[in-house]
């Protein structure tokens, strides 16, 4: 059974720091593409950050270019998301995709609420 189980997420004041873990079991990690999407309220999902299956490639939004960063442990099956700087517009909910290429294997975590607030 395919599982991506986000945590890490919460309530925190701008400026500050937040690091996202998506633990994944059910599927061979190391073959799939990892990202985060964030959907905020009234609005559609969208990318934030993608890594490779290798890990050598990495791909940001523009808007959290220099503040987030993504990476991942296939020893661990986990990506993570190291978000800094946080703002209130990264006010969302934060979602795990795994994705193989050339395939319609495409899965997603439950969610992770992220609150940026003062």
């Known amino acids: 059974q395919v599982q991506l189980v986000e945590s890490g997420g919460g309530l925190v004041q701008p400026g500050g720091s937040l690091r996202l873990s998506c633990a994944a079991s059910?599927?061979?990690?190391?073959?799939?593409?990892m990202s985060w999407y964030r959907q905020a309220q009234g609005n559609e999902r969208e990318l934030v950050a993608r890594?490779?299956?290798?890990?050598?490639?990495?791909n940001y939004a523009n808007s959290v270019k220099g503040r987030f960063t993504i990476s991942r442990d296939n020893t661990k099956n986990t990506v993570y998301l190291q978000m800094n700087s946080l703002k209130p517009e990264d006010t969302a909910v934060y979602y795990c995709?795994?994705?193989?290429?050339?395939?319609?294997?495409?899965?997603w975590g439950q969610g992770t609420q992220v609150t940026v607030s003062s």
């Open positions: 995709n795994a994705n193989r290429q050339f395939t319609n294997q495409n899965y």
């Open positions: 059910g599927f061979t990690f190391s073959l799939y593409a």
């Open positions: 890594i490779s299956s290798g890990g050598r490639n990495t």
